[in-house]
């Protein structure tokens, strides 16, 4: 949410590499001269300068000395995209979970270059301010308070979310809000609320493997549905299921969504709302990606244009600014009640010391300064990996452009197996997401994904030259 | 468990209040001499004063001017207990969630006296030793830590865990143990982990809310077992169920059982694991009262007996030591990787400073001096309650004579509904639990738990006194 706004030299850049993006400045050329752009823009050369600075860390041009800027070769060896999925369209019962866990148990060794870890880095987040915020609530905490606020969550918690979500256009008040175990929690919550075993629910495919696994847990069937790696799920494509089956809920994710990176537009998010209404299914809704943005606009959810309560937003805190403290929140529109009840009968509430050392530190105000220093660092790692695969792979993989979040999704050739990949991969200690683990018929056979949540290290570097090398051993 | 042995006075204050309970020191009558206890137990006479201090102070002996002390004559005046529990045999569909929520949210204003509560008093927490525990895991906790440890939950934590179970007598091991979001997550991953929806599940009657709202989450059917309200759930009918139903879990709890506080004798405990050893069916075991133990003896689980892992273990910290914090844990047996991956499904981890906090103050070693305190702490107002209610209840009332726990349940006579006991008494600000909410047909109409685990105040005394009114005036 842009409760803060970027400054003026990042809005600068942000203009001047969608130029570069664009084509309209080409590998190569030479920047536009610092007092051109002050004149243009209505600017302080320095500003300029500040501008310039930042492109060059993000990797998108190159100083050279005595003769100003230039637009870095490799920003613009871009690969293709890769096309929209089309998944097999019949119902499937969902048995996926052995095959997924076996996978994330072996990403899980902290000695493996973590490019299929679904986190972005620890380092990115504010850990000695959060460490004061808990340090308060600590102070706050009373014997009665940990006993009373028990159901929804944290009076001030649920506030401040509130007031986030009232500051970027959304109507929102706290007792809209039910705090949950992070947005897993949250998303499972919201999936039972709505559904009883034996129904069949509509997911993306390429799609995050917790919606195949949550689907699993409840006997539920899955009818999966395209998705387009610019605008996500394909309309037509869920228009048609909505007509030809029973749907209980949609499980999508509209802001950047994992693994393919998407951002559904404002229009078909108004689109998908109207449609869901008119067959009066209910939207599970994922956006725990929203703040990572590229660029300077936050992009509102689909339950901006809920006017009947069924959309059931989820989010959290884990992916932007504590991990491990599991806090995210639902909006569950008319389903509170129902929602309420089952969180108090599994987990009762999230833990209290958490709740308190969040609402914290977001009181503190500090939250949009660091969440604008997290994106700039993702995108430019972004941008560097980007680069980097467009060096290391061999030219006929695909990549997404992804807006935000963390996520690359990779074409590979037709042939190359994404399994024996990351078999590869891990065996030279290096970790990636295969694509079957996105899909509950295995599809997706020649995907994978890659994490740039991490700073690009020549450790990371270097382990996208070993993977480019696996891949084009395989061709 | 009895890791910090109870001191000398406590013992022998436990040895003479046995004395009253077995009649064999009647009311009224007069304790032995100081020096004679001296001389009989090889204590010196100021161990037995503070033994008599002790019992006084549970409301079992007063002293006398220039006379010595003399039992009480409302430590005796001892109501009946109640019979064993009957409930209807036949299979259930589990339908009860409303009816119970209704009942709670009236229980939980902070206004009302609390009996119908299920905690007892956050004051009876270490809370000032805690905060020193959670500031210090605020400084260890690591922003790699927070996310490298997810799956089964902190390493030091569950070793601490362990390292309990083994001095208490059980094999247990670090890797044994899944740190959970309280025991309740971990009784419903549990209970997942072994059934599927139309699966019969055994549960106590009167039995714990929570498992019949699992069960009704899970689609599950119930068959209910009478519970002794001395020794538990009854073997025989246990076993004739086993025999005609094809039951696929027991979820049951053998120490100082919710609501009639039932201790099942070690005997019993071994063969009830045998008896479903023999039919290879699961028991969950909820113990979240065990620590809670009147007197000097911590009795061990039914996991105990356990050779097959078939039992599955569930407790907590939260009735013990951190309400608030959500940190609960499981010993799972053979289902570990499937409670494991539950939980990876649905809120992947418990909250990492709670976790970090109690491994510190699990660490420090005041755990066990904080529970001795608390133990005595509620056994005295056992005492109380149970004398209040001999004086202000009419006789007809039974009551249960717990060994452990925080709970009364009383027996009403047959015709004087609960419900409307429990509304006549939150309209004068008092709330109960009443019987129909312990079972899935709604039984135990004249029957209501009461909460001893508050400092027995003028205020509770109060309420008591208003409550045998409402219910004489019923008679």
Chains 1, 2 share one sequence.
Not at 47 to 64: K, N
Not at 171 to 179: G, H, K, L, M, T
Not at 239 to 263: E, H, K
Request: charged letters at 20%; proline letters at 6%.
């Amino acid at each position: 949410m842009v409760i803060e706004r970027a400054k003026r030299y990042e809005q600068l850049a942000e203009t001047l590499s969608a130029l570069i993006r664009d084509g309209r400045l080409q590998p190569g050329a030479r920047m536009p001269a610092v007092r051109v752009v002050s004149a243009q823009h209505h600017v302080s050369p320095s500003t300029v300068f500040q501008a310039y600075e930042l492109m060059e860390s993000r990797g998108l041009i190159r100083a050279r000395a005595r003769s100003g800027h230039y637009v870095n070769e490799q920003a613009q060896r871009v690969l293709d995209e890769p096309s929209s999925s089309r998944p097999a369209a019949q119902l499937s019962e969902v048995d996926v979970s052995q095959r997924v866990f076996s996978i994330l148990r072996a990403v899980k060794d902290p000695q493996v270059v973590p490019l299929g870890s679904a986190f972005p880095s620890p380092e990115l987040f504010p850990w000695a301010r959060l460490k004061q915020s808990l340090a308060s609530a600590n102070r706050l905490v009373s014997p009665w308070s940990a006993v009373m606020h028990l159901p929804a969550g944290n009076e001030l918690l649920r506030r401040q979310i509130a007031w986030r979500h009232l500051a970027a256009g959304m109507s929102v008040s706290a007792d809209d809000v039910i705090i949950t175990n992070g947005a897993l929690e949250g998303l499972n919550l919201c999936l039972q609320a709505v559904t009883r075993p034996g129904d069949v629910v509509a997911i993306e495919s390429p799609g995050f493997y917790a919606a195949q696994q949550a689907l699993e847990r409840l006997s539920l069937r899955a009818v999966e549905i395209p998705v387009d790696p610019r605008e996500g799920v394909n309309l037509a494509a869920l228009t048609d299921v909505l007509r030809r089956d029973s749907i209980r809920a949609c499980w999508f994710m509209t802001n950047y969504q994992n693994p393919v990176g998407a951002l559904m537009p404002d229009a078909k998010k108004r689109e998908l709302v109207q449609l869901l209404a008119r067959h009066e299914v209910p939207l599970i809704e994922d956006d725990v990606y929203s703040e990572l943005y590229f660029g300077d606009t936050y992009r509102l959810p689909a339950k901006m244009y809920d006017e009947n309560g069924l959309v059931m937003y989820c989010s959290s805190f884990s992916k932007t600014l504590a991990p491990g403290y599991r806090v995210g929140w639902v909006l569950p529109g008319r389903f509170g009640e129902k929602v309420e009840q089952l969180k108090l009968m599994t987990t009762l509430s999230a833990s209290v010391p958490a709740q308190v050392a969040i609402a914290d530190y977001l009181q503190r105000g500090s939250y949009d300064r660091h969440l604008r220093k997290m994106r700039i660092a993702l995108e430019s790692q972004y941008q560097q990996m980007v680069q980097s695969i467009a060096q290391h792979f061999p030219f006929e993989v695909k990549v997404t452009r992804p807006q935000g979040g963390y996520f690359l999704w990779l074409e590979l050739p037709e042939h190359i197996d994404a399994l024996v990949v990351h078999q590869r991969a891990l065996a030279q200690g290096i970790s990636l997401a295969p694509g079957p683990i996105f899909s509950i018929k295995q599809e997706y056979k020649n995907f994978i994904r890659l994490n740039f949540g991490h700073a690009h290290t020549d450790k990371i570097e270097q382990a996208l030259v070993t993977l480019g090398g696996i891949v084009a051993a395989m061709l």
